[in-house]
């Protein structure tokens, strides 16, 4: 998969980290879809990110008015298939919790196409160990920081087994949305050492 390939973003559980993820990446153009089990939560999400974005027009941060163009580019869905279907890039942020996340990756192999790749926000679970062998190649972490629509430094750690063209997509990626990417060498539980490039 190429940069320019990549147009529709995933992300998958719309809580803290989740609303706000998809936010980065709506601002930045890309056509998101923002999943959840529950409709309360998608109805949350949609007024965080409302909020945010009155407070970026009203600082003068965006133009006034962008922020509704920015809000017209999320897709809120409690059925992960078509948000899967469409995905070039996923972004899981569901709970932190190992079945939780398994379910979510074997649901997201099933549904989505095979050139899709994985991201989760996750630092503390072992993610790779998770996920079908099948997948594994194109995974990798992202750990975005709260709020993730402010905070610049988004931590990204491969497995075993990313490919290293996944690794330097996804840094690119991420700072094509305005972050600053610090690739680790490899995976320990809650990462944050072993960095190895900006
Ligand atoms: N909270 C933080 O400061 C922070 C910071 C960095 C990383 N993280 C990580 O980000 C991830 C998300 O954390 P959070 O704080 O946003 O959690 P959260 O509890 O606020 O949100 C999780 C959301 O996932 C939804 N969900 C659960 N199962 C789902 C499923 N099968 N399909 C779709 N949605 C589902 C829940 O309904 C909920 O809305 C976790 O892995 C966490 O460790 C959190």
Known sequence: MEMNSIKTITVV???????GIAQVFAQAGYSVWLVDL????????????QNSLNILEKKGVMPKKQGREVLARIRFSTDLMPAAAAADFV??????NAE???TVFGELQRLCPPTTLF??????????????????????A??????????PLVEV??????????????????????????????????????????
């Open 13 to 19: 559980g719309a809580g803290l980290m989740g609303h």
């Open 119 to 140: 991201a989760s926000n996750t630092s503390g679970l072992d993610v790779f160990n998770l996920v079908d062998p099948g997948m594994a190649g194109g995974l990798i």
């Open 38 to 49: 529950k409709q309360a939560a998608l109805e949350r999400a949609l007024n965080l990110i």
């Open 157 to 198: 750690c491969p497995g075993p087994q990313t490919r290293p063209e996944v690794v330097e997509l996804t840094r690119r990626l991420l700072l094509s949305v305005g972050k600053e990417p610090v690739v680790m060498q490899r995976f320990v539980p809650s990462f944050i050492v072993n960095r190895i490039q900006n």
């Open 100 to 102: 939780i996340k398994r």
């Open 91 to 96: 972004v899981e942020a569901v709970a932190e």
């Open 142 to 151: 992202t750990h975005f920081f709260a709020p993730a629509q402010i905070i």
